[in-house]
């Protein structure tokens, strides 16, 4: 049972996240020869004042 877990800064459309979970699951699928129905996408949506690239918070980078 492939798990995948995918981190996500908040934002996408719902259509977007249910066409990234199909187009992974069908990646693993594909890759492994495990069955779609097997299959675990986890997905952790994150407000961007809660991560950081090289000590600068992403919410700040619009700042600027």
């Known amino acids: ?15 977007q996240l249910k066409n990234l979970v199909k187009d992974v699951t069908d990646a693993v699928s594909k ?14 949506e994150m407000q961007k004042n809660r991560y950081s690239v090289g000590g600068v918070l992403k919410s700040d980078e619009e700042a600027e």
């Open 1 to 15: 049972m492939p798990i995948v877990h995918i981190d996500l800064i908040a934002g996408r459309s719902q259509e």
């Open 31 to 44: 890759n492994t020869g495990a069955p779609a129905e097997h299959i675990h996408v986890i997905l952790s």
